[in-house]
């Protein structure tokens, strides 16, 4: 019967041989049968109804054999688990042969069989491989205890091979240790919390022995391991930095590149002024460069390296310029990061070098890279000051050569420099103009039509100019038709008699005839600012505008850390931190660099490890003026008298001010505070009471390391001296990119006050409502999977009592601070309520909200992935409803 | 770590695929069809991302090798284990084609048993993998316990790249000083940038496990000695000319054989070589070299359907010494209708397909010039876009090193075997080849 199966959908015949072939007496026949069925699983045909048959070929002593078996299992084992288990028998036993390499072979391909019923079989031929007099099967042992760990967590848990991993880990076997390393650091990583590789100065130092002696893929996985860890002292830092260099001269450039990890992360910790620090710089230049002579895509991960290393040590690689020029012959996306990191490295020394290379560049073939060595002119432009001349010159003789991307190009890289240094330029505007007809990209268009409008008082004809692209307003892109309208309003007010009937055009087409949002009320806005007051109108539209930044692309600081962590890694190469492309639990920890020791200096030498890695950085440069934003909202809705209160969240809940900080525990300072949400801005306010006797100055403030990551957005804004019993209200707003740590209490922060007396250290815990942020809706539809899809044992149960609310009323209280209720349903007088909260992490917190009518107490069910914070959240429902 | 290995023909059809985790599925293999091989844009970058899937590729003549992951793995380290893959490859069974990779695709699925597990590269040195994975599947029984543990122990020990019981009658090495001398130009003459990457290569044919030392005028080492008061041997010198005596080299990369310690702290260069041919060492140099020839190009435009092209090429080294195998590769713009080329020596000749005026010389000797000059035809064209004139590219071969290196010594000690240093049999050749070697015009 099963032969006539097979014969349905096999209409050529092709299984019903192989299936006689694999039944043959002939041992060489088997074989090529066997061969046969591996070679139609590789080109995707399905043969695993040649299952028993190929199991039933697996007992032999032809090693060859028994591995293209082998093949056959792991691919096809977890569709048929019933039949795999027959396997069973002949892996224990080939666990127990007396050549090591059919020892080894056997627990390899256990490991890649994802049946839950031969796994459990795999636990005693592991443990015992994993103690094999052979170091060849311990390895392979080591790499074993990852595979299964992957099936079943728990039962590797349970059976104890953590701990005999982490004894291989002193194994005397250098390739040992270095799979034991990488099945460890694996595992590790799916838990984040979970102290597993428990390096300190001891294993550290066996790693390190261990890199010297084992092979090349070895030495990467113990680097990587190593880059992990936090020295003590920059004392132990530089003794491990010493003992890593030598492997800048290694062969394989994943070696060097993992090397340059560790030490560009330990160099963090060594003093500037130190002298090995300066050797060590100088240490790492020549390897960066050798990396460039290597295969075209390696050249393409070591560029995207260095391009992270230039931006965090420019010295490192300033003298090396040329190494980045680009030859004829490189593929493109080598071309495209050498002329980016070029970029970076441009300075006053090596300009002239630079620009000439760029202007040969710009006459290549591949459209892309000419683009981007044009757009690489105007940058030099705007970083290197005495160079903005030459680079103009080069543009505009760019732009004679009439190719129409290069023109183009040129245009918006000119509009930037117009930005960088007003009334230099303007001369060649004239040069510019005559070249509008040919541009058809909207970025260039628009640059253009900015540049007119901007200078319209210069150019005879600009009301002509302009008009003439108004003819087409409806086929502009979004881009152009926002830049029209502006240039054409600027126009206006600075000659406002010839262009009275074109404004009433742009502002009749913006407002009337498109349905574009933005430009319509980009339009409106123009509008009443012209008809109520002109005087306010050119204030407002020929305002005086901010100097463009000179490294606009450059990677955000806090990423740039995180990034340099991740050397030679796909991190490193997508310049995205792992969170970003990598799923499940991997991703999540974010590595940071650790802090260097000098920068502690300034504070008490206890205070040292506390103020971590904050003061090294300067705070990023954000206006503590936020509060500027809504008010503008608000202007808006008078404008267009929307009226307040339309669709506004009624505003969190905000806990009156307590004490954090004692006068007499702080030379007369007292520090009362509490934290508030308002319009997605984190702010700390704080009332600072000076009870001492003379006048306190120079605050600053700063936070240690926080569970989520919590840290000052700019400098706190006391301004004038705070005189004897006087107090201040300040208004701290918050960041949320501060290094993270895990405290105890989740919720506890510790802050340091500093003034011209001295630093003082106190601690407070914030509501976790703070770190609710607006866009917590979960999606309706996926609720309930998720809801199930967490494991029970993370549900957490908790009363709330004495509240005489309605469901409605308190969902609408809880919305207030961002907690969401995102269905409802009523069973048997019992109102359920299911919300959802995102925190600023990205964490989802999930829950159930059970009312009973006419019972004051409700009953809160909370799921998370990370269950720790359910305690905090309920928290935060008690205190939002009973407030 | 890498979660599978694809290799495809140039058509995109799978020839082999093995998966290592379970994340990766099997339309993975079709992700990187589509995306990749099939794309009609030129390859914008070496990784791609598709789905949340990362592909790493390389390309070797119309192969594909692909290898797939979802984590953040060390991405240097799988382009080195990909290239690593090929050098296995081709060291059993030759170049790397469709039909070999077909008619040894059981090995393949063997060595990629062995050199990545769970996604983890393990040893894939050849030396060591062919004492055990071998045409012969049945070789296994015949071995004694001995042999067994011996490859076990060779494979995970500290001397991985050989075996023990080497034995030859003759020893004998060969080293050999390659080196790629790279250059570009600016028309009038000025060095954008110059280096020399070069490297050593050596044939060890040596019983036993030799302990080797190997020394070059490196002149961290000299300038050591020469305070220690001995003196290089003049007589050594075989570029006397320039009296070069040490060179300064930029960096240096070895062999994993090489002890890495020993070099950062003695630079001293200590190794127990591999049987047979590897690469002892890379290393780069750009102070001092020697630029064997010199390209002076001379291109005029008369009016817009007629370009003049003028070329000298200047031999720089010893008039004693021979190039050989001189290449003169002159561009010619893409709407070229004729060319006539008259040259003092070689052939010269102009070939459409390649848009370019190839000009060969076999043997050239040092301080001589020759010239090429040429009258390029081209059709009016109302294409706006300048000829973009890549520039003067050069290949050639010379018998000396041009960055200047010197193998001082080479010396070989077996304490447990019956012969030294001085029963070995060495030979030392030094070659230099351009590189990429252009000259803008």
């Known amino acids: 019967l099963k032969v006539i199966n097979c014969c349905v959908w096999d209409p050529s015949g092709e299984i019903f041989e192989l299936k006689a072939e694999l039944n043959s007496d002939k041992k060489e026949k088997k074989k090529e049968a066997v061969k046969k069925v591996i070679a139609s699983m590789t080109v995707g045909k399905d043969v695993s109804a040649l299952f028993p048959d190929v199991v039933n070929c697996m007992q032999t002593d032809n090693l060859e054999l028994k591995k293209l078996v082998y093949l056959y299992l792991m691919n096809y084992a977890k569709s048929q688990p019933d039949m795999a288990i027959m396997a069973v028998n002949t892996f224990v036993k080939d666990c127990e042969d007396p050549n090591p390499l059919i020892r080894a072979l056997a627990v390899r391909t256990m490991g890649c069989i994802r049946v839950d019923k031969i796994t459990e079989y795999l636990c005693e031929p592991l443990r015992k491989c994993l103690k094999d007099e052979d170091p060849y099967v311990r390895k392979t042992a080591a790499v074993c205890v990852a595979k299964l760990h992957d099936i079943n967590a728990q039962l590797v848990e349970d059976q104890g091979f953590l701990d005999t991993l982490k004894d291989l880990i002193s194994d005397s076997n250098p390739m040992v240790v270095a799979n034991a390393v990488a099945a460890l650091s694996e595992i590790a990583e799916s838990h984040p919390n979970s102290n597993l590789l428990d390096l300190n100065p001891q294993t550290i130092n066996k790693l390190l022995t261990a890199l010297n002696e084992c092979t090349e893929w070895g030495q990467i996985f113990i680097l990587d ?126 300009i002239a070098q630079v620009l000439a290379e760029l202007k040969e560049y710009a006459t290549e073939v591949d459209v892309d890279f000419v683009r981007k060595a044009v757009r690489a002119i105007g940058r030099c432009a705007i970083k290197v000051e005495q160079s903005a001349e030459r680079c103009v010159s080069t543009l505009l003789d760019l732009i004679q050569t009439k190719v129409n991307y290069v023109v183009q190009e040129a245009i918006v890289v000119i509009k930037d420099i117009f930005r960088k240094y007003p009334n230099k330029y303007e001369s060649v505007i004239a040069t510019l103009c005559e070249n509008l007809d040919s541009l058809d990209e909207p970025e260039a268009r628009a640059a253009m039509i900015w540049i007119v409008g901007e200078y319209a008082e210069r150019i005879d004809n600009a009301d002509e100019l302009l008009e003439s692209f108004l003819e087409g307003f409806h086929d502009e892109s979004a881009q152009v038709q926002l830049q029209l309208l502006t240039a ?10 010839e262009t009275q009937e074109l404004v009433q055009q742009v502002l009749s087409l913006a407002t009337q005839d498109s349905d574009n949002p933005d430009l319509r009320d980009r339009g409106y806005i123009y509008w009443r600012l012209l008809s109520t007051d002109p005087v306010a109108a050119k204030e407002v539209v020929l305002a005086e505008k901010p100097l463009i930044s000179e490294e606009t692309d450059l990677i955000e600081p806090t990423l740039l850390e995180e990034l340099i962590c991740h ?34 200096l300034l504070y008490s030498p206890a205070a040292s490890h506390f103020m971590g890695a904050g003061l090294g950085v300067a705070p990023a440069a954000m206006p ?200 409802k349903r009523t069973v048997e007088g019992q109102d359920m309520l299911y919300q959802s909260i995102k925190l600023t992490n990205g964490i989802w917190v999930l829950a159930e909200m059970r009312i009973q009518t006419g019972n004051p107490n409700y009953t809160l069910s909370i799921k998370c992935r990370a269950p720790e914070v359910c305690q905090f959240v309920y928290q935060c429902y008690e205190l939002v409803l009973k407030n | 770590m890498i979660g599978g290995l694809f290799i495809y023909n140039h058509k995109g059809e799978v020839l082999i695929s093995r998966v290592y985790r379970d994340d990766i599925g099997r339309n993975a293999v079709d992700a990187f069809r589509v995306n990749v091989i099939h794309a009609r844009q030129q390859v914008r970058s070496p990784v791609t991302n598709i789905a949340r899937t990362s592909f790493f590729h390389i390309k070797r003549s119309n192969i594909w090798l692909a290898a797939v992951t979802k984590q953040n793995v060390n991405a240097a380290m799988v382009f080195e284990f990909l290239y690593k893959m090929c050098d296995v490859m081709s060291a059993y069974f030759g170049k790397i084609s469709e039909e070999n990779i077909k008619n040894n695709f059981v090995l393949i699925y063997e060595l990629l048993d062995e050199i990545l597990d769970f996604g983890y590269p393990q040893n894939s040195e050849t030396g060591a993998l062919k004492t055990f994975i071998t045409q012969q599947g049945i070789k296994g029984q015949h071995q004694t316990k001995e042999e067994q543990s011996q490859i076990t122990s060779q494979v995970t020990g500290q001397i991985g790249w050989r075996r023990e019981g080497i034995k030859y009658r003759r020893n004998e090495l060969f080293l050999d000083v390659l080196e790629s001398v790279n250059l570009l130009m600016s028309p009038q003459g000025q060095v954008l940038s110059a280096h020399v990457s070069g490297r050593v290569v050596m044939k060890s044919y040596l019983s036993g496990m030799p302990e080797c030392k190997f020394g070059m005028n490196d002149k961290i080492v000299i300038d050591k000695q020469g305070k220690g008061g001995t003196t290089d041997d003049p007589g050594k010198s075989e570029l006397g000319g320039s009296g070069k005596q040490s060179i300064a080299i930029d960096d240096c990369t070895f062999h994993q054989c090489v002890r890495l310690s020993k070099f950062d702290s003695e630079r001293s260069i200590s190794f127990i070589p591999p049987d047979g041919e590897y690469e002892l060492m890379r290393y780069r ?56 080329v008259i040259c003092m020596k070689g052939k010269a000749k102009y070939k459409a397909s390649e848009n370019a005026i190839v000009w060969k010389i076999k043997r050239m000797a040092g301080m001589k010039e020759s ?18 004139r890549p520039p003067i590219s050069m290949n050639f071969e010379v018998p000396f090193a041009p960055s200047g290196l010197k193998v001082r010594y080479l010396k070989v000690f077996e304490s447990k075997l019956n012969y030294s240093d001085h029963d070995v049999i060495k030979w030392v050749r030094y070659i230099g080849r351009s590189g990429i070697y252009e000259t803008r015009c």
């Open chain 1, 225 to 350: 391991c190593l880059a992990n860890y936090m020295p003590c002292d920059d004392r132990e830092s530089q003794s491990i930095c010493e003992r890593v260099t030598p492997r800048l001269s290694h062969a394989n450039s994943a070696v060097v590149l993992s090397a340059v990890k560790v030490l560009m992360k330990f160099m963090e910790m060594l003093p500037k002024d130190l002298d090995y620090y300066g050797t060590l710089l100088k240490k790492l230049a020549p390897p960066l460069v050798t990396l460039l002579s290597a295969e075209a895509e390696l050249q393409y991960v070591a560029l995207r390296n260095i391009n992270l290393i230039v931006q965090k040590r420019p010295e490192i690689l300033k003298h090396e310029m040329k190494v980045f020029f680009v030859k004829y012959n490189d593929p493109i996306y080598v071309k495209l990061e050498k002329l980016d990191i070029m970029i970076r490295l441009a300075s006053q020394a090596n």
């Open chain 1, 488 to 497: 054409i309003v600027k126009l206006f007010l600075k000659k406002p008699t």
């Open chain 1, 567 to 600: 050397i030679g890694t796909l991190a490193s190469v997508y310049h995205k931190p792992p969170s970003a492309f990598v799923e499940g639990s991997r991703g999540v920890q974010h590595k940071r660099l650790p802090a260097r020791a000098g920068s502690c």
């Open chain 1, 624 to 823: 503590a003026s936020l509060g500027g934003a809504p008010a503008v909202g608000g202007g808006l809705g008078d404008l267009f008298d929307l009226g307040g209160g339309v669709g506004m969240p009624t505003g969190s809940y905000v806990a009156p001010k307590t004490v954090w900080l004692l006068a007499i525990k702080a030379k007369g300072l007292e520090i009362s505070g509490t934290f508030a949400r308002r319009g997605g801005i984190i702010q700390m306010d704080l009332s600072l009471t000076n009870k001492a006797m003379s006048v306190m100055t120079d605050f600053a403030v700063q936070f240690n390391r926080n569970s989520f990551g919590l840290a000052p957005a700019g400098p706190m804004q006391v301004l004038t001296p705070l005189s004897p019993n006087q107090t201040i209200d300040v208004s701290l707003p918050l960041s949320m990119s501060g290094p993270v740590m895990k405290m105890e209490p989740l919720n506890n922060l510790q802050v340091a006050v500093k003034n011209n007396i001295d630093v003082f250290y106190f601690s407070c815990q914030y509501p976790l409502s703070l770190l609710f942020v607006e866009d917590g809706r979960f999606y309706r539809q996926v609720f309930l999977a998720t809801w199930k899809d967490i494991p029970n044992d993370s549900e957490a149960q908790f009363q709330i009592k004495d509240i005489h609310l309605n469901s409605d009323v308190a969902s609408n209280k809880l919305q207030g601070s961002n907690i969401f209720t995102i269905a």
């Open chain 2, 285 to 340: 140099t750009t102070k001092d070299i020697i630029l064997p020839f010199r390209v002076i190009p001379l291109v005029r435009e008369v009016g817009r359907t007629k370009l003049e092209v003028k070329v000298v090429i200047k031999s720089n080294f010893k008039p004693s010494l021979l190039a050989q195998k001189i290449e003169v590769r002159i561009p010619t713009p893409l709407n070229t209708s004729g060319v006539q």
């Open chain 2, 371 to 388: 010239q090429i000059s040429a009258e390029i035809e081209l059709l009016p064209t109302n294409d706006k876009k300048k000829w973009a």
